[in-house]
């Protein structure tokens, strides 16, 4: 499974847009990216995820580099209740048995 | 929209007593999985459920742990003697299948050994 860096806090403006960054540099070729996000304590929460291609849906949009070494999630507006850890997760190709390997996260605040 | 669900929400036990943490997957789900996260620290991942046996586990996972599918709708977490570090959120989780998709968790079950 890739090893994945992520910051450690980012603060967001509320209405703004939140844009999360994420290293994965030894992720191999048939390795998806996601992203979750754990609400105070509560179960963690899927957002989105990609292998090659840019993803959007109703949350986020997730921007991987052309070389697969970086990724970043963008939270298009960002409110209060955006307020999470947001971990970026390297891994779940086929072969793998669905483990998510969890980081430290990225602690977004938004403030108003 | 479709959820796991798990019970109770907090459970107290003795040290030394044996707890069944419960989930309900969802029900066209074949994928099970349990995690637990110490207060402050990380989601760690426990062990994977497919097809009525273990897929993969942690080292955490170790024999006083066991899981069961007890019928088709039921998903248990037991742990035979519970320590004082045993006390932490744990969470269920569901998947259709296993890459190239999400997995839904459950709100999680506080276990406090006392």
């Known amino acids: 499974d890739a090893k994945t860096t992520q910051p450690p806090s980012m603060d967001c403006a509320e209405g703004r847009a939140a844009n999360l960054p994420c290293n994965h540099s030894?992720?191999?070729?048939?390795?998806?990216v996601y992203w979750y996000r754990q609400i105070h304590s509560q179960g963690p929460q899927y957002i989105i995820h990609?292998?090659?291609n840019n993803e959007t849906n109703e949350m986020a949009s997730l921007i991987i580099t052309e070389d697969r070494k970086s990724s970043t999630l963008i939270l298009p507006h960002a409110t209060l209740r955006d307020t999470a850890v947001y971990y970026c997760?390297?891994?779940?190709?086929?072969?793998?048995?669905?483990?998510?390997?969890f980081g430290q996260g990225t602690t977004l605040q938004v403030k108003p | 929209e479709p959820e796991v669900t798990q019970t109770p929400s907090h459970q107290v036990t003795q040290m030394g007593q044996e707890v069944i943490l419960r989930c309900v997957p969802i029900?066209?789900?074949?994928?099970f999985y349990w995690y637990r996260q110490i207060l402050g620290q990380k989601v760690e991942f426990l062990v994977s459920?497919?097809?009525?046996?273990?897929?993969?586990k942690s080292e955490i996972f170790d024999d006083q742990f066991s899981v069961e599918r007890p019928d088709g709708s039921n998903f248990t977490l037991k742990i035979r003697s519970t320590k004082l570090e045993d006390s932490a959120m744990y969470f269920c989780?569901?998947?259709?299948?296993?890459?190239?998709?999400?997995?839904?968790f459950g709100q999680g079950t506080r276990l406090t050994v006392v």
């Open positions: 989780a569901s998947s259709e299948r296993q890459g190239n998709t999400e997995a839904f």
């Open positions: 030894t992720i191999s070729g048939n390795e998806y």
């Open positions: 990609g292998l090659k």
């Open positions: 997760i390297g891994g779940l190709s086929s072969g793998n048995t669905g483990k998510l390997i």
């Open positions: 029900s066209n789900h074949l994928y």
């Open positions: 459920f497919y097809n009525n046996e273990i897929s993969e």
